[in-house]
């Protein structure tokens, strides 16, 4: 089962609301991650968990809080956003293994900022 | 750091043919080399990827080739089928952790 699941699909909110993004999976992967992916654009990278603790920040803006619970969850906290912050988030996850790179990646939130 | 180029942008062919598409990178060091294809309103999936101690792999109609003196990596899909019309991406790890640079992306149409 390679399958990492993402909630909400959707999301509107305003640029005063405060949201969360979910990410979960089951594969036992130590290092997860949060993408950014905007519309006929590759995937940016905007944080890596290493056995739930933060290992990389592409300076993200602070509006941005990730939080990675336990081993399995990893979410991401929405605050003051701007419109230009509209995109495909994308969580991916893969083991922590010398040489290892395979990262699979859940199916997104597609998040709107009116 | 690692620069990744990917070429054609975008590629039309007819269903039954073959397409292929190209990657460059810049980091002699970087020794994975995965291929994701994403559909419309979907993540990207890992179709096929290749280490740097082999030159090929392939899975049904899908290959990759890897040329470690010419810093290239292709991909490869034979007997082209509608669903294979997808955006796809090549990718190269950065010398540290597990970040990924990815190429910008080619728009592959199979017409039927």
């Known amino acids: 089962d390679t399958e990492v699941t993402q909630t909400p699909k959707h999301l509107v909110m305003g640029m005063t609301n405060k949201k969360s993004l979910k990410c979960e999976q089951h594969?036992?992967?130590?290092?997860m991650y949060w993408y950014k992916q905007k519309a006929k654009k590759p995937p940016e990278l905007m944080f890596v968990y290493s056995y739930e603790k933060l290992s990389i920040n592409e300076s993200v803006p602070s509006r941005f809080s990730p939080e990675c619970p336990n081993s399995s969850l990893l979410n991401l906290h929405l605050h003051a956003l701007q419109p230009e912050d509209s995109a495909l988030y994308l969580c991916?996850?893969?083991?922590?293994?010398?040489?290892?790179?395979?990262?699979?990646f859940g199916p997104g939130t597609r998040l709107t900022v009116t | 750091g690692e620069n990744v180029e990917q070429h054609p942008s975008t590629l039309s062919v007819q269903e039954g043919d073959s397409a292929v598409i190209k990657c460059t990178y810049s980091?002699?060091?970087?020794?994975?080399f995965p291929w994701y294809k994403q559909e419309l309103g979907k993540g990207p999936q890992l179709i096929i990827d290749i280490r740097s101690n082999v030159g090929e792999k392939k899975d049904q109609r899908i290959a990759v080739t890897l040329n470690k003196t010419a810093k290239h990596f292709s991909l490869h899909i034979t007997e082209t089928q509608p669903e294979d019309s997808a955006v796809y991406f090549c990718a190269a790890p950065l010398e540290y952790g597990n970040k990924l640079v990815f190429g910008a992306g080619t728009i592959l149409r199979v017409k039927s």
């Open positions: 980091d002699s060091a970087s020794n994975y």
């Open positions: 991916a996850s893969s083991q922590i293994v010398a040489e290892t790179y395979e990262q699979y």
């Open positions: 594969m036992g992967h130590r290092a």
